[in-house]
């Protein structure tokens, strides 16, 4: 039976990265919490293996992203998140109240999905778009307390 740390073992492989706990637990992190922050990776690391420095994650993260098995996002006035879902170019939609976020997929057409008006020369691979918005659950708590006496 193949466990979730072997696929995370093999992709590190595969991306000719040396197979270390550490790397392993980001990575099992960055793929239970979605769209966390670092804090929250560090967290979910210590949960799984105990021990691990502030520094590890950030180094772990650095190295992940850079050969492209998670992806850095960096939503204006909120610190980094960073997910699995990789080399799909999808967008994302953010809670202004509670910083919820959630994958928002391409709104047309393939990679990048948006065309520049004008590239100024570049060859354009990948858009990034956020959405700001207000979530069902704090609008829901919104409506709330507005009814209550």
Aim: glycine residues 8%; hydrophobic residues 35%.
């Amino acid at each position: 039976m193949t466990t979730v740390s072997d696929n995370h073992a093999d992709l590190l492989r595969q991306h000719g990265l040396q197979v270390t706990a550490q790397r392993l637990a980001v990575l099992r992190a960055v793929s239970e919490r979605p769209h966390g922050t670092a804090d929250d990776v560090a967290s979910a690391a210590r949960a799984g293996i105990g021990v691990i420095s502030r520094q590890a994650v950030y180094d772990a993260l650095g190295v992940l992203a850079e050969n492209g098995l998670i992806r850095r996002i960096q939503p204006a006035g909120s610190p980094a998140r960073y997910e699995n879902r990789v080399g799909d170019n999808h967008h994302h939609v953010i809670c202004r109240r509670c910083g919820r976020t959630v994958d928002v997929d391409c709104a047309v057409g393939a990679a990048p999905c948006l065309t520049a008006a004008d590239d100024s020369g570049y060859e354009i691979d990948e858009a990034e778009v956020i959405y700001w918005g207000v979530c069902p659950g704090c609008r829901e708590a919104r409506h709330t307390d507005r009814a209550r006496p």
